[in-house]
């Protein structure tokens, strides 16, 4: 197990590896002020599949199962979180531990932005995805014409994300969480991405240590990203890239059939030609697609443009009305643009032709 910082405002410490579980009621025994109570709140799905590790593991005096996945994340599961915290009797010194994926994470995390106007929470991630979504305090639940659209800037006091989760994580959900670990070396690290065409050849089989080491590099990405912007006013935006397109594509499909990562991996490559066509980005994307190809990521896209920008006009990075995107100059080198959409929808074309 090894230990990263996060430089926020409020430093916290991400415990990654095996056994990292064993380390959680320490954690909370040295917090301060001292904590008085906690509730889990726990993904439906984590909890019947690792109910004897999660009991022995995550000290609690209340628990709340929370509905499988995206389902946790609506106005009527946060309302009966917020009723587990009170009958529990939770008070400004106690502690909710969210345990999931991004899903629940992102609704425990927003119950802890609230209750009581804000108390503290510890993230135990479950899947490859919450990596990403389990550092740097964004917390939200959707609205029916929205997602993530209530929410609140929160982070944790700390993350434990122990590998022993994983083993039981859908192949297809470990694709689409893994997309934003490329994502995280797309936009900072070009080595990084490097290890990763040469290592990663075929997710069913990928090696755990290399695995884990992805996953920390793509945590350490994130949480300088964080230290430098905790509030999204400035680069924190680059932690968007692949996802201005990737939403509108997943949005378009009815968040389901397509997931989170699958989207944003569409959204990385048509983000990779539309810079080569606005930056002069250098870089081999035609080989990028195959390597992703081969991964079995699906490039291949069937709705209109008119939808789709209809769709990216409502991306929260907009102003005035223009839509902005992440683009690259170089692998690690991310830079926000204005884009028109005469210029969206001849990359839109190109995508159609390079994903067939
Ligand atoms: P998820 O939380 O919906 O989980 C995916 C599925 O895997 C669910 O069905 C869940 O029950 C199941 N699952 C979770 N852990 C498992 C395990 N160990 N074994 C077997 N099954 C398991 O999906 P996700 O991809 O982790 O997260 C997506 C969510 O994260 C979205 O709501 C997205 O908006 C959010 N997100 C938030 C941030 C952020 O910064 N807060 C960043 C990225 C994504
Ligand atoms: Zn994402």
Same mark, same amino acid.
């Given at each position: 197990?090894?230990?990263?910082?996060?430089?926020?405002?409020?430093?916290?410490?991400?415990?990654?590896?095996?056994?990292?579980?064993?380390?959680?009621?320490?954690? /909370?025994?040295?917090?301060?002020?001292?904590?008085?109570?906690?509730?889990?709140?726990?993904?439906?799905?984590?909890?019947?599949?690792?109910?004897?590790?999660?009991?022995?593991?995550?000290?609690?005096?209340?628990?709340?199962?929370?509905?499988?996945?995206?389902?946790?994340?609506?106005?009527?599961?946060?309302?009966? %979180?917020?009723?587990? %915290?009170?009958?529990?009797?939770?008070?400004?010194?106690?502690?909710? /531990? %969210?345990?999931?994926?991004?899903?629940?994470?992102?609704?425990?995390?927003? $119950?802890?932005?609230?209750?009581?106007?804000?108390?503290?929470?510890?993230?135990?991630? $479950?899947?490859?995805?919450?990596?990403?979504?389990?550092?740097?305090?964004?917390?939200?639940?959707?609205?029916?014409?929205?997602?993530?659209?209530?929410?609140?800037?929160?982070?944790? #006091?700390?993350?434990?994300?122990?590998?022993?989760?994983?083993?039981?994580?859908?192949?297809?959900?470990?694709?689409?969480?893994?997309?934003?670990?490329?994502?995280?070396?797309? /936009?900072?690290?070009?080595?990084?991405?490097?290890?990763?065409?040469?290592?990663?050849?075929?997710?069913?089989?990928?090696?755990?240590?290399?695995?884990?080491?992805?996953?920390?590099?793509? /945590?350490?990405?994130?949480?300088?990203?964080?230290?430098?912007?905790?509030?999204?006013?400035? &680069?924190?935006?680059?932690?968007?890239?692949?996802? $201005?397109?990737?939403?509108?594509? @997943?949005?378009?499909?009815?968040?389901?059939?397509?997931?989170?990562?699958? #989207?944003?991996?569409?959204?990385?490559?048509?983000?990779?030609?539309?810079? @080569?066509?606005? $930056?002069?980005?250098?870089?081999?994307?035609?080989?990028?697609?195959?390597?992703?190809?081969?991964? #079995?990521?699906?490039?291949?896209?069937? %709705?209109?443009?008119?939808?789709?920008?209809?769709?990216?006009?409502?991306?929260?990075?907009?102003?005035?009305?223009?839509?902005?995107?992440?683009?690259?100059?170089? &692998?690690?080198?991310?830079?926000?643009?204005?884009?028109?959409?005469?210029?969206?929808?001849?990359?839109?074309?190109?995508?159609?032709?390079?994903?067939?």
């Amino acid at each position: 197990m090894e230990r990263l910082t996060i430089h926020a405002a409020q430093p916290y410490e991400v415990l990654i590896g095996e056994h990292a579980l064993g380390e959680v009621n320490k954690l /909370i025994q040295d917090l301060q002020p001292k904590v008085s109570s906690v509730l889990l709140l726990i993904d439906e799905k984590v909890y019947q599949l690792h109910q004897q590790t999660v009991e022995q593991n995550l000290p609690h005096d209340a628990l709340y199962v929370l509905p499988q996945g995206e389902k946790a994340k609506t106005f009527s599961v946060y309302e009966k %979180a917020m009723g587990a %915290a009170l009958e529990a009797g939770l008070d400004r010194h106690s502690l909710i /531990i %969210a345990c999931g994926g991004g899903a629940a994470g992102d609704l425990a995390g927003f $119950t802890a932005a609230t209750y009581m106007r804000g108390i503290r929470y510890i993230q135990v991630p $479950t899947t490859i995805l919450a990596h990403d979504s389990a550092v740097g305090g964004k917390t939200a639940i959707n609205h029916p014409f929205g997602k993530n659209m209530t929410g609140a800037f929160h982070q944790p #006091s700390a993350v434990v994300y122990d590998s022993l989760f994983l083993s039981t994580l859908p192949l297809r959900e470990i694709r689409s969480g893994f997309a934003e670990v490329i994502k995280h070396a797309l /936009i900072a690290d070009p080595e990084f991405l490097k290890e990763l065409i040469d290592h990663v050849k075929d997710l069913k089989e990928i090696d755990e240590s290399f695995l884990l080491y992805a996953l920390k590099k793509g /945590i350490q990405i994130k949480g300088e990203i964080v230290r430098q912007d905790e509030r999204e006013q400035n &680069v924190r935006a680059y932690l968007n890239f692949g996802h $201005t397109y990737g939403h509108a594509v @997943e949005a378009w499909s009815g968040f389901g059939d397509k997931l989170h990562g699958e #989207s944003v991996m569409i959204g990385m490559v048509y983000a990779l030609l539309l810079s @080569e066509r606005k $930056t002069s980005l250098d870089f081999n994307t035609d080989e990028f697609i195959g390597w992703v190809k081969s991964l #079995s990521y699906e490039i291949h896209i069937d %709705a209109p443009f008119g939808e789709l920008l209809a769709l990216m006009k409502k991306d929260k990075k907009n102003l005035n009305q223009m839509i902005r995107f992440v683009l690259l100059k170089t &692998v690690g080198q991310p830079v926000l643009t204005k884009v028109e959409p005469s210029e969206l929808e001849y990359i839109h074309h190109s995508l159609k032709r390079k994903g067939e």
